[in-house]
């Protein structure tokens, strides 16, 4: 049988019992198809042209030069919005992580059995996790003025919606069992979910916080591109005066905290597995 005969043409199983069954069509050539025209589709929208991309790729290559060596003696100038940077990532990861326990109990199909309360949690973490952290952060300088403070806000509404989704999709999976007894002995849902409900999710909870931490260390070091604060006050400072130097510094000092954090926060999750 040929390629197109395996693909395309139905096949006849014989099952023990004697019946035969036909196995349809592989909807793969559909689907093939469907994410070429997509493909093709998206080139033409972006206007991607691989001609450029080759020809300009070594100027990648030109500027990273430009970074090695890094300027050792700047490195005083960074400690100060590198510590900013984790303060931010800290408190805002914190913050957003302790606020989003009640929504996302309320957001929990197992624990509130009114249809228009849950949507509605839902609904509002869908809406806050859309919202890019740059755009958060631009709205809150405007708010707070420009600094650390408008950085925080930003990475505690963007931990706020992430932990949120994760937190009540854990309580969906827990064993209602206690929490229902509890329940029956007269305990408000409050308190039947402090009790039994989050002693079930703590451990994954602490370690999806972690993670989050782990990444807004990395997001809070663009947020100064809309002057909230950080290390990427600095950033776009050097890389618009063209000082690359500078600017290989400043990322080799992110790597290594972002290391050393991830380490950590690595050896701390598993212990809570």
């Avoid at 069509?25 to 929208?45: C, H, K, N, Q, Y």
């Avoid at 957003?96 to 929990?108: K, N, R, T, Y």
Wanted: aromatic share 10%; glycine share 8%; hydrophobic share 50%.
């Amino acid at each position: 049988m040929s390629l197109y005969d395996r693909i395309f043409l139905p096949k006849t199983l014989t099952l023990p019992n004697g019946k035969q069954v036909k196995k349809p069509r592989s909807r793969a050539p559909l689907i093939a198809a469907i994410f070429l025209g997509m493909t093709a589709v998206s080139v033409e929208v972006t206007g991607f042209d691989m001609a450029v991309l080759v020809s300009r790729i070594k100027e990648f290559f030109v500027i990273l030069g430009d970074m090695i060596p890094p300027r050792w003696d700047y490195m005083p100038q960074i400690w100060k919005p590198l510590f900013d940077t984790i303060k931010m990532s800290l408190l805002g990861s914190f913050i957003g992580s302790v606020l989003v326990v009640p929504f996302a109990m309320l957001a929990s199909t197992n624990i509130i059995h009114s249809r228009i309360v849950v949507a509605s949690m839902r609904l509002l973490l869908s809406i806050i996790r859309t919202l890019p952290t740059l755009v958060s952060a631009l709205i809150a300088t405007y708010i707070f003025g420009l600094g650390t403070l408008a950085g925080t806000t930003a990475i505690a509404v963007f931990t706020f919606a992430y932990i949120g989704k994760i937190l009540y999709e854990e309580i969906e999976t827990v064993d209602m069992g206690p929490f229902e007894a509890m329940e029956a002995m007269g305990a408000t849902k409050a308190r039947a979910f402090i009790s039994a409900i989050v002693p079930q999710v703590l451990p994954s909870y602490l370690s999806n916080c972690l993670f989050c931490f782990e990444g807004n260390v990395r997001y809070a070091s663009i947020l100064g591109y809309v002057g909230a604060g950080g290390l990427g006050l600095i950033l776009n400072e050097k890389i618009g005066w063209r000082e690359y130097a500078s600017v290989g510094m400043i990322l080799l000092a992110l790597f290594v905290t972002v290391f050393i954090i991830e380490t950590i926060s690595r050896a701390a999750r598993k212990r809570l597995v």
